[in-house]
């Protein structure tokens, strides 16, 4: 779209000495924003505002967006913490309000990858506004929280020697180091996932997207959420199953924008129903 706008913002956080930076994405700039729907792209652990399909998604959503980095990510400042969930999801809830209040946006779609799902479940499943969104896209997002405690014996020798361990990525092609302490791992296994069973807002659709071969968290997860959301009245669960994809969907990253491109198609035309989800899979194979 010819007209469309790109612009970072820096969104002052009201309780920490932190700015939330973020890009936010406009189709039509020059009209009026109050009422306008918005998505928000929520990114995993380590990552960053533009990595994996966030970006390239957001170039594609047929309504505005906008993306940004939690605290201790890349551009927004803080310490980056292992098992502070509840940090990000008052980063979520920072966002939303700015964009409420400073141009007059309505959330109506959520997507989120690993932790970032995570974090908008619970924001869907205990905030009143998150009762109004019509769409969610749950990316690689886990289920069974206390599966965390699988990788703990890969942690341990470090534990054991120093107290915490080292955690070494490449964010933004720049050099990271992230330490993991005992709690983190414990606070992480312990946020509850089950409230999607009676808390996750009966009318709003869902899009599970998975890798079948991601090592980090279980597919059989989607498959949990699947039957947690697929049995509501009104909202709908929709599970896409990507072959042979990670976790990160390495090199897969255009599959999974197609997927969310199409289904949010659907519930726009009032088309999608319960079931399977596959992107260009048609007839007999």
């Not at 072959?243 to 999608?272: C, L, S």
């Amino acid at each position: 779209m010819a007209n469309r706008k790109t612009t970072k913002i820096a969104i002052p956080h009201p309780d920490e000495d932190l700015s939330i930076v973020g890009v936010l994405e406009q189709l039509e700039p020059e009209k009026p924003t109050k009422g306008r729907k918005i998505g928000l792209i929520l990114h995993g652990t380590m990552g960053h505002k533009d990595y994996l399909f966030q970006k390239r998604l957001a170039h594609r959503l047929p309504i505005d967006s906008f993306r940004f980095d939690f605290r201790g990510n890349h551009e927004t400042g803080g310490v980056w913490k292992q098992g502070a969930l509840h940090e990000d999801l008052v980063d979520l809830e920072v966002v939303v309000k700015y964009l409420m209040e400073q141009y007059g946006y309505e959330v109506d779609l959520l997507v989120g990858h690993s932790r970032g799902s995570i974090v908008g479940f619970r924001w869907l499943c205990t905030s009143e506004l998150g009762k109004n969104v019509t769409g969610y896209v749950n990316c690689s997002g886990r289920y069974r929280m206390k599966r965390m405690y699988d990788i703990l014996p890969y942690y341990q020798p470090s534990f054991d020697a120093k107290g915490y361990y080292e955690w070494k990525v490449t964010v933004a092609r720049k050099p990271i180091v992230g330490k993991v302490y005992p709690k983190d791992i414990e606070e992480f296994a312990n946020w509850d996932t089950s409230l999607v069973w009676d808390k996750f807002p009966s009318d709003t659709h869902v899009l599970t997207v998975h890798g079948m071969s991601d090592e980090r968290v279980p597919p059989y997860d989607a498959i949990i959420y699947a039957r947690a959301l697929g049995t509501r009245k009104s909202g709908t669960h929709n599970l896409s199953m990507i072959e042979d994809a990670d976790h990160n969907f390495t090199n897969r990253q255009d599959e999974v924008v197609d997927a969310i491109i199409d289904w949010w198609g659907t519930v726009q035309r009032g088309e999608v129903v319960t079931g399977i989800f596959q992107t260009g899979v048609r007839g007999k194979l």
